[in-house]
DNA sequence: CGTGCGTTTGAAGTCTCTCAAACCCCGTGG
DNA sequence: CCACGGGGTTTGAGAGACTTCAAACGCACG
């Protein structure tokens, strides 16, 4: 059952009791089976249920005026995307899936309901969305301060790290079901320039990205390039 | 009394009951004054209080492993920006004050204890946390698809959204009292690329950045540049 | 009246982009 | 089973935006 996906992220940041659990666990509608690039949401909609990831991989991308796509953040098993929809409801960029993928749907009114009896279950949910706005907080640091062999390598280095804390990462490897011009987007350069970084990184040695599946060759040495401290460890508080 | 200024943002975004108000109202802190490039809070602290801006500007920063800092917003009065110190404690960026400011601290033991009563006003809060977020994803899309002037004009423009939202925008023209390296450090550029665009606006006659005071001489050629859209608007909701 | 931060200018260098074309893999249909 | 089509990847070369280095300048503050 991939929803336990969603429970085991929760849990991994919040103390949660196993009746807000439950309730939780009750109001997931049941799944739903996407293609691979198919939209969930998209800007502008006005949203009266979000989703969870249960399996596959989705992404967050807005368009500018000029025409160009920005992709926002990657998601993976255990994300909601779109929580905050149920508070902000119109939505200020699509949502759409990577590769296939099962997702999970809970109505906003169901879970207003559910929330308005479990506090924890609540404070749980604001916290998920602040541990997503610090990956973005980081994902602007990675955009404004590092080259282009700099970016890429932090973008692995954090899905990696995330993946893990999934139990998705086996042998250095993981499934990464992304197309260059994907990354592009995602990173601010151009196809050609990603093509060449990964080119590069492939010739030493330090990481393979092929047929949908990231090797990595050299850890230690993709963390230092991406400057990415695995120490960032933001989740119980309180 | 400067703490209308939170007041007055709150109410743009959120129905509130005016017991509510009154109750956030009593537990800040008398004001505090800063003087300019004042830490507020570092990364790594974990914080027993937030602020609320009630005058003057504040910024927020991380530094990267290279050793370059990222600025990732300007906050103006009315902002509160450590409001997710409240969830999540460990500071994950720097916080500092930009100009001369006074700000307002709420200690979380006391905000904790009012939102407990009080679900209306922390649905507020974290309504206010996600359009942080909103406008986080917003930058993200300025680093990731717009050349230096482009980046320039988005933030003049949305900083006079912002700035205008709170009646502190007349004739054209609102403080900012920011350097040209703190602009090089927000945008991802080199001051002395910084230095150019500002020269080339000022020539063209569409925007004059001169002590600390920012004069739009033609703010639809900003809009456009920056890509700007000014209906962004996610407030009310529900 | 210095001292120092912030701004401005010039020139050379480089990273990344754009354009353009070839290539490859893989699924589709004949 | 092979030809075809098309998205994705790769390559080359030239162009451009932005950086770095270095130095001068201006203005505010002690």
Chains 1, 2 share one sequence.
Not at 14 to 38: H, T, Y
Not at 90 to 117: C, F, P, V, W, Y
Request: net charge neutral; aromatic share 6%; glycine share 8%.
């Amino acid at each position: 059952m991939p929803i336990e996906m969603m429970i085991r992220k929760l849990r991994q940041h919040s103390e949660l009791p196993d009746a807000d659990i439950g309730a939780l666990r009750s109001i997931v509608a049941p799944v739903k089976n996407l293609s691979a690039d198919a939209p969930i949401v998209r800007e502008g909609d006005v949203s009266t249920q979000c989703c969870v990831i249960l399996s596959g991989f989705a992404y967050r991308s807005k368009v500018s005026e000029d025409g160009k796509r920005q992709i926002l953040s990657f998601h993976i098993a255990g994300d909601m995307p779109d929580l905050h929809g149920l508070v902000l409801k119109r939505m200020d960029h699509d949502l759409a899936t990577l590769s296939k993928a099962q997702i999970g749907l809970i109505d906003h009114e169901q879970l207003e309901r559910t929330l308005n009896t479990r506090p924890a279950l609540a404070r749980a949910l604001w916290r998920e969305s602040l541990l997503d706005a610090a990956l973005f907080r980081q994902w602007i640091v990675n955009l404004g301060t590092r080259s282009a062999s700099g970016r890429m390598a932090y973008l692995i280095a954090e899905l990696r790290q995330r993946l893990g804390a999934m139990g998705m990462v086996a042998n250095e490897q993981f499934e990464f079901p992304i197309t260059q011009s994907k990354l592009a987007d995602a990173l601010g350069l151009s196809v050609v320039h990603v093509n060449r970084v990964l080119q590069a990184f492939r010739t030493e040695g330090i990481l393979d990205l092929k047929r949908q599946v990231v090797t990595l060759g050299d850890f230690e040495k993709i963390a230092q390039l991406g400057g990415f401290d695995s120490v960032e460890d933001n989740s119980s508080g309180a």
